[in-house]
């Protein structure tokens, strides 16, 4: 959709606004977050104006949803007078939904000149939203609302947000307020008033509270939103949804087997041929219905439900909305489960009363009522390892679970013996991570216990649940889920994408993965291990486009800390698509692949290791390269794998390379995933161009294996932010030129036309003047002939009256004929006046025609002169608007001085145990009693190392009769022989031997072993 626009110095200044706007204040390189979309929601088959705010939303042209049948363009002016195509408007955009797309929540992304920016929700209705109207900060300026249809709305500080709408007694409502699953700042507290303003009830969370109304009487009734702290502004967004309509509270069970149908029951308000359940909330009793609804497989699902906390991590549900005769509920959640589903029993609620399970197992329950707890039991033999999960402060309840395992055993007189195997609160997370050189702030962490024990003994094993807040609510809706099953090592991932403050290493900031052609991006990977494994996890990537590669990443056995480092090359184009890491592992003796499932952060934190910014997951890794900003900046280690070992002290040369003024020092330190590999720190002065990395192996504790380390720092430099803007604006302003040269020659050609035409006015005026002249002078004779014919024709008939009184006198009769020819004279002379009169006149009629048109053409030119010259003012002030452009073009996209991280392209060591390697002329040696067998080998030295070497066979204790002497050679020598000598008592048989060789490198004492068979025969 255009907006119409006649004036094109207001689209101008427009874009000019827009330049300033989005480029207030920025110190790194450009990175878009998205923070606000309002209204964060449309209607289904309809289109809706949203605007948007957020960092480095530079030329958004686009919204990318996550859904297909969502789309989104720029809104834009017509073009100007002066201008050919359309002007965007900064930060609007159109937003369209199709008939197909389901009511939900979704995700959008601003795609501009830096990328597709970080995700926003975006709720799809099926009725339009509601939008505040004026201010409602009071009862009295509360505004209509509907019921059914939902309200979008931002919070004010200091102040409430008052709706109000009709109810009949008895009439039942659902008040629903997100604000955390719209990734809003808001923490809400939501009040109903009735007309007197008396409270009614009033939200206990702060967390998409919901609370549940009955009015007790006909009337007015009011809803009061607010922050818990009074706090507001453009981020303290709300969806408020007030239902009389159909209303899940929960849904009995909350969790299903997929692939097949089960009944399930609803229970909640307003349920249409729904009974009386067992239960209440807050006193107001809730309905029960079931229904029929067929759980998916897992597999056909999205990997991630929008909105998801990161805490929800490896949990798999599906949105189920109950279409009911009185319209649709709300959208509930069923969880997918892995094991066989086992509802707990009402008398369950001390260890004599556990409930009896067979295991692999999934127990549901809820906490509830107050101060609940829950026992199973099972039978385990001895040496059986399990794996105990508790989901409840992962399904989004404000929980803390806490875990108790006893073993039950009797003695030999029957009686039961209980003792206490483990208990267990929260899950612990790594601290530590926080503190790495990359600090990683994504917050995992959680209040449900996770536990793995081995039977020690053929016992009865119960375990009891209960929630350690369970005293202070009686909430049904609280449910958790046990899962009880043999230990199954597994691991999962989690992707996510970061920003270090340059200012600050321990200020993180939200950020959307985006490279640059030459340039590195780290993708933070968590691998969460479940019970007990500990292998490595290989990392890969799918879906990377044309010129963008991935270094070959292994997170190391034992940690969870993995960084993927992706590479653009300089010919790497413009790209946004959605990517997927994936972990390979070795469990047992399976190949196991996990995908990773993707979060983002949504603010940021100033210390890192003290508190984590809010973040929740996503569906999409959506990657973008900035195909028209190339990297300013790189540092190459090569990228190749460098084969070394223990001892040595690496030297591997880079290159620095700058498209930019580098101003000072770059100091870079290495981000490898083993604390043992410590390269130094490397500074490399502003006109250097190459450099060399010291990477020192000189300890023991160096480990083995394939280890990819990169380079990173910061440094200042002179970087033109948009330089592609700056180009157009002056192409914009030099094509303009064109028009002003040509208003300028229109106005000199209408300057010429109109001196020439009043030229022609004067010529024809003065025509016509000296034709008025003559035509006086005709009128004149005209009137002497006039007055000469009358003349003649009376003396014509004065003379015929005498001749015939005469008699026909002769000479009368001749004045007669005299008088008679005068008088035709005089007639022949009018007759000629006359014409003479009328060829003047007809004359005077041409020029007087000409005089006109001349004088019209006169009017004309100055007409068109006036246009021209208003065209001229309108077209200066367009060129000034230009040269704004242009100067405020190259004040915000100009070269700055900014602070950017700088990541290096990696390098991979293979690291061997020792700098030699032995070959032996054979393999397994025999020999036989009394005999002296040789043994030649040679020995390679690799990776510069030059020094003597000791090779000694190493015998076991059964080898009786067999020695061996101890060969040395000099750093000059590669060859030698090893004498084995067979007493002629010597124990026959096979003997599994080492051979060791023993050498220092770099004063590190180092010592390898090949296995070798010695055969006395």
Known sequence: MRVGSTMTSRSLQCLVAGLIFTTSVWAQLPNPTLTEVFPPGAAVGASQTVTVTGRDLDEGSQLLFSHPGIIGHVRTNDPGEFESTPTPIQNQFDVVVSENVPPGRYEVRVVGRFGASTPRAFFVEAEPALLPAGQNHSIESANELTPNRVVYGRADANVVDYYRFDAKQGQAFSVECLTRSMDSRLQPIVTVFDEQGRQMRRSR????????????????????????????????????????????????????????????????????????????????????????????EAVS????????????????????????????????????????????????????????????????????????????????????????????????????????????????????????????????????????????????????????????????????????????????????????????????????????????DKKIQAASPSLRPGGNLPVCVDVIRRHGFAGPVRLVVEGLPAGVTAAASVVEAGRSDGILLLHADESAKDWTGVIRVVGEAVIGEENVRRAARNAVL??????????????????DLVLSVLGQDPAPIAVNLGGQVIETSRGAKLEIPLAYQKAVTVKGEL??????????????????????????????LNTDKVPLGKHTLFLRGKVKFDYARNPQAIARAEQSRKDFDGVLTALTQQGTELTEQLAAAKAVVASRTEIIGKFEVAQDASSKAIQAAVEASRRAAEQVKAYQAMASASGNDPDLAEAVRQ?????????????NAQKALTRVSQKMQRFAK???????????????????????????????????????????????????????????????????????????????????????????????????????????????GLSAEVVSLNKDQSEGVLKIMSAEDSVKGDFKCVLKTKLKFNDLAIEDEIPLVVRVQ
């Open 205 to 296: 969370v702060t967390v998409d509270p919901v609370i549940e109304f009955v009015a007790p009487a006909e009337g007015t009734y009011f809803v009061g939103v607010h922050d818990h702290v009074y706090a507001g502004g453009a981020e303290y967004l709300y969806r408020l949804d007030v239902r009389s309509q159909p209303y899940v509270a929960f849904v009995v069970p909350p969790v299903a087997e997929p692939g097949q149908s089960n009944t399930f029951e609803l229970v909640g308000l307003n349920l249409p041929g729904g009974t009386e359940s067992d239960y209440q909330l807050d006193g107001i009793q809730l309905q029960k219905r079931q229904v029929r609804v067929y759980v998916p």
């Open 301 to 504: 699902l999205d990997a991630v439900v929008h909105g998801g906390e990161t805490r929800t991590h490896g949990i798999h549900h599906f949105p189920f909305q109950w279409d009911s005769e009185q319209g649709n509920a709300n959208i509930a959640r069923i969880g997918l489960a892995d094991n066989p589903i086992v509802m707990e029993q009402d008398e369950n609620n001390t260890p004599a009363q556990a409930q009896s399970i067979q295991v692999p197992a999934e127990v549901v329950g809820q906490f509830y009522p107050r101060r609940d707890q829950d026992w199973v039991e099972f039978k385990a033999t001895k040496g059986q390892r399990f794996q105990v999960r508790l989901f409840s402060n992962r399904l989004g309840h404000l929980t803390d679970p806490e875990i108790y395992i006893q073993k039950v055993t009797k003695d030999a007189q029957g009686a039961e013996q209980v003792s206490q195997v483990v208990t267990q609160d929260d899950a612990s997370f790594d601290q530590n991570r926080y503190k790495l050189r990359l600090p990683r702030a994504l917050d995992l962490s959680h209040q449900d216990p996770d536990v793995s024990f081995a039977a020690d003994a053929d016992a009865t094993y119960r375990v009891g649940v209960r929630d350690l807040y369970g005293g202070s609510r009686n909430d049904p809706r609280i449910w958790y889920r046990l899962q009880i099953r043999p230990q199954l090592q597994d691991f999962e991932l989690v992707a996510w994408s970061q920003r270090q403050a340059v200012d600050n």
């Open 602 to 619: 949504l603010a940021e934190t100033g210390d890192v290791q003290n508190s984590r910014p809010r973040a929740r997951l996503t569906r």
């Open 667 to 696: 100091a870079l330190a290495a981000i490898v995933g083993n604390n043992e590999i410590k390269p130094a720190e490397l500074k490399l002065a502003a006109d250097a161009k190459d450099g060399k990395l010291q990477v020192p």
């Open 819 to 831: 008088a008679q020819d005068a008088s035709a004279q005089a007639i022949m002379h009018l007759d």
């Open 850 to 960: 000409e005089l006109e048109n001349a004088t019209n053409e006169v009017a004309r030119i100055e007409a068109a002169q006036k246009q021209v010259a208003e065209k001229q003012q309108r077209a200066e002030a367009h060129k000034q608007a230009l040269d704004k452009r242009i100067e405020e073009s190259k004040k915000n996209f100009g070269p700055k001085e900014l602070n950017a991280w700088v990541d290096s392209t990696p390098v991979t060591l293979q690291i061997h145990k020792s700098p030699v390697q032995v070959n032996l002329s054979a393999g397994d040696i025999a020999t036989t009693p009394g005999k002296m067998t040789e043994l030649p080998f040679a020995i390679e030295r690799r990776f510069s190392f030059a020094d003597a070497v000791d090779v000694e066979l190493t015998l076991p204790e059964s080898a009786k």
